[in-house]
């Protein structure tokens, strides 16, 4: 069982979806990333939705929740969603726990893909999923979220967000610091306003939740960026910092949207990082 500091961590899988090749890789061209991930008839890649979970210090920490069961079919249609085989509560429920045992979610950010499992439809009204947990939230990306940019529209959705906001279960939090004892979140500004990463940590090792900063190993080399991140040059920056870190500290890096690789280490290679050692988070 992996474990760092004084957590069990479980890979906790919600569902496959698909998003357009071009945009997830935005100016790189679909011959050299389709090398590396190919997509469907409709130029869709596969990617998962890969949560982690963290067991110890009297908590029971879920980092993102993947897109929950409120959509359409016309929504799932587009997005090519698939949560029969994996969905929140089954892997929730094969690591020996339930919802209604989290005690914290942190959301990376609002965004559908890692947020919408925070609610679910009850009587055809979006309720808070999470009966017992706090949801932590950057304030500044809250807010961002909450204005609503019409950029992110499609993203930001009310059913998700408009639940949180009145359930009283909302921590707007501030600023890079250890959210408890060994979790450490980071706010980065190039995907969207104050997005958190997450780092689990203790003197010996560091595993960094890379979010949509490194949406999928192939994400790592510098201009192979998102159509979607609002300042793709200030990801670029971020994505050149953090990497420097993790190769100075031997961090691995877990990935939330990768169809192949779940985790991996990272290191200088001759084109740039590269990552190493890829395997599930049961290896770790």
């Given at each position: 069982?992996?474990?760092?500091a004084s ?5 906790i ?5 698909g998003?357009d090749g071009?945009a997830?890789f935005?100016?790189?061209?679909k011959?050299l990333?389709e090398k590396?991930i190919?997509a469907d008839e409709l ?5 998962h ?11 029971l920490?879920l980092i993102d929740?993947?897109?929950g069961s409120?959509y359409?079919?016309?929504?799932a ?7 029969e ?7 929730l429920?094969?690591?020996g ?10 959301l990376?950010?609002?965004h559908?893909?890692h947020?919408?499992?925070?609610t ?9 999923a999470f009966?017992n947990?706090t949801?932590?939230v950057?304030k500044?990306?809250?807010d961002?979220?909450d204005?609503?940019?019409?950029r992110e529209?499609a993203?930001f959705?009310?059913?998700n ?6 359930s009283g279960?909302l921590?707007?939090?501030?600023g ?8 450490e979140v980071i ?5 969207t ?6 780092r689990?940590h203790d003197a010996?090792?560091s ?5 949509d ?7 790592l080399?510098p201009a192979?960026n998102?159509?979607?991140?609002l300042w793709?040059m200030?990801?670029i920056?971020e994505k ?9 500290g031997?961090?691995q890096l877990?990935?939330?949207?990768d169809p192949?690789v ?6 200088h ?6 990552i190493?050692?890829?395997?599930p988070?049961a290896?770790?």
């Amino acid at each position: 069982m992996a474990s760092i500091a004084s957590y069990t961590l479980h890979s906790i899988e919600t569902g496959r979806f698909g998003l357009d090749g071009g945009a997830m890789f935005g100016i790189v061209p679909k011959p050299l990333w389709e090398k590396q991930i190919a997509a469907d008839e409709l130029n869709r890649i596969p990617l998962h939705a890969r949560c982690l979970l963290l067991e110890g210090q009297g908590r029971l920490i879920l980092i993102d929740n993947g897109i929950g069961s409120k959509y359409n079919a016309k929504f799932a249609e587009i997005y090519g969603i698939d949560d029969e085989t994996y969905n929140l509560d089954q892997s929730l429920r094969q690591a020996g726990f339930s919802k209604d045992d989290v005690t914290d979610v942190i959301l990376t950010h609002l965004h559908f893909d890692h947020c919408g499992g925070s609610t679910q439809l009850v009587d055809g009204v979006s309720r808070v999923a999470f009966n017992n947990a706090t949801f932590h939230v950057q304030k500044e990306h809250w807010d961002w979220a909450d204005a609503n940019n019409i950029r992110e529209k499609a993203s930001f959705l009310p059913d998700n967000l408009k639940p949180l906001g009145e359930s009283g279960q909302l921590n707007l939090i501030e600023g890079t610091f250890d959210l408890f004892p060994g979790v450490e979140v980071i706010p980065v500004d190039g995907h969207t306003r104050a997005m958190q990463l997450v780092r689990v940590h203790d003197a010996n090792a560091s595993l960094l939740f890379t979010a949509d900063l490194l949406p999928t190993h192939a994400h790592l080399s510098p201009a192979w960026n998102m159509g979607y991140d609002l300042w793709p040059m200030t990801t670029i920056e971020e994505k050149a910092a953090l990497l420097d870190k993790a190769i100075a500290g031997n961090w691995q890096l877990f990935f939330e949207h990768d169809p192949v690789v779940g985790l991996a280490g990272v290191t200088h290679g001759q084109r740039g990082p590269e990552i190493t050692n890829p395997r599930p988070l049961a290896d770790l």
